[in-house]
């Protein structure tokens, strides 16, 4: 063999071996990757709803008011709810009132329907005031008595007259016992004196007692609210 054919042979070789070790199948090392660290869950707790009146005092609870000899005790002890009540008078469906008015006032029986407006129902609260002094005190006009539902103020309705009867409620209008129409009165010493009735406002249909206030401004140093339910 010619010298020139042996050295052409050897690089033939030294070039397939190299092509050889480039296609080599062998497995080749994974790269490495890090290990996903776990992120704890956070649990989210909804801030509670803020307390129009933290501290609010329930039904049945007394608060004071007043100094010295002038002091007495407030207390809001019920509450119900009405979608429409009757009522009669003496006075308004006497045959002069019926004259007076000129037309049928739709009296049955001596008896009138009062309805609330569409969407809304009638809330009474009962409340009692006692002078625990002893002197005469005067009494929060029934304007200082304020129901507080979900942010709004309702004021009470007065009925017609002191002697306005309520098929299904008890009791005299609070306004009537110590002041026609609302005006501020006198009440003396005594529980026997205590001026006890209801007031009616006109609320939402879909009132929740539990969320509803009522706020009785009793004297310019003492604001005090019950919930009524």
């Known amino acids: 063999m010619k010298p020139v054919h042996a050295l052409v042979l050897l690089v033939i070789a030294a070039v397939l071996i190299c092509c050889a070790g480039c296609t080599s199948t062998s497995p080749q090392a994974a790269t490495p990757y890090p290990t ?5 869950s956070i649990a989210v707790t909804p801030a509670p709803t803020a307390t129009p009146y933290p ?7 007394e608060a004071p008011f007043g100094i010295g000899g002038k002091s007495g005790t407030a207390t809001v002890y019920k509450a119900d709810i009405l979608p429409a009540y009757s009522w009669t008078s003496p006075s308004f469906n006497s045959a002069r009132e019926q004259t007076e008015a000129g037309t049928a006032l739709g009296t049955q029986k001596g008896y009138n329907t009062a309805q609330p407006a569409a969407g809304n129902t009638f809330l ?7 002078d625990t002094g002893t002197e005469g005190i005067v ?3 029934p304007g200082q008595f304020v129901v507080n539902y979900e942010g709004k103020d309702y004021a009470y309705s007065s009925l017609s007259g002191s002697d306005v009867t309520i098929g299904s409620v008890l009791g005299t209008q609070y306004d009537y016992l110590i002041g026609k129409g609302g005006v501020s009165g006198y009440i003396q010493p005594g529980a026997s004196n205590a001026a006890d009735g209801f007031l009616i406002y006109e609320v939402p249909a879909t009132i929740d007692l539990s969320k509803a206030y009522l706020v009785i401004t009793l004297d310019s140093q003492h604001i005090s609210a019950w919930q009524l339910g």
Do not use: E, H, I, M
Not at 36 to 40: D, E, F, K, M
Not at 55 to 61: R, V
Not at 124 to 130: C, E, M, N, Y
């Open 55 to 61: 501290g609010a005092l329930s039904l049945n609870q």
């Open 139 to 141: 009494a929060p006009s």
């Open 36 to 40: 996903p660290v776990p992120v704890a």
């Open 124 to 130: 009474f609260a009962r409340v009692r005031l006692t």
